[in-house]
């Protein structure tokens, strides 16, 4: 993609041409994940068919060329890290319903503890806290573990004071429900 995009912005420059009128982004995008490592054709490409981008043909392919003779350590590392966290909350209840209702458990405790002492529940414990001890639980909940499972992912002592004890009577009543409190 990186050579595509830098030939094409040459080339508008050149042309004083946006760089979208000379090649679309989306030809970029489709010659990029048509490349499998060997020789690429960008003619058979949709996006290079058009009459401004067949116009310059010798121009995309040396620079598809040129990308595919690199060296993988040459290439440029992605952007942004995979997220290493659990999936969108909204998203539990089809991935994993158990984990779903393990969420609600958790905030249910966490919104009536900070109801309690009169804070914002996010106060209480962060949302990230919750999120990541519901989707991972730790076997068993036993409050030494909750408050384990709560410090390694940076609740504050109050917070682990407050909270351990009640979360993990929550989550150990899960499991006399017969819902099993970790990951399956």
Not at 53 to 74: I, K, S, Y
């Amino acid at each position: 993609m990186r050579e595509l995009w830098t030939e094409r912005d040459r080339i508008a420059r050149r042309r004083d041409l946006s760089p979208g009128r000379v090649l679309p982004d989306a030809a970029i995008v489709e010659a990029a994940r048509a490349a499998s490592g060997s020789r690429l054709d960008l003619a058979e490409l949709a996006g290079f068919r058009g009459r401004g981008a067949r116009r310059h043909a010798l121009e995309w392919q040396r620079a598809a060329d040129r990308a595919l003779a690199q060296d993988e350590t040459e290439l440029p590392v992605t952007s942004s890290p995979l997220p290493e966290g659990p999936p969108p909350a909204h998203r539990w209840a089809e991935r994993d319903p158990v984990a779903a209702e393990r969420l609600t458990a958790v905030r249910t405790v966490v919104a009536a503890l900070a109801d309690e002492h009169s804070l914002p529940a996010e106060n209480l414990l962060p949302p990230d806290i919750v999120r990541r001890l519901a989707w991972r639980p730790p076997e068993p909940p036993a409050p030494a573990t909750v408050a384990a499972e709560l410090a390694g992912h940076g609740a504050r002592p109050w917070q682990v004071e407050l909270t351990a004890v009640p979360i993990s009577k929550a989550l150990s009543r899960l499991i006399e429900k017969g819902e099993p409190a970790g990951p399956a």
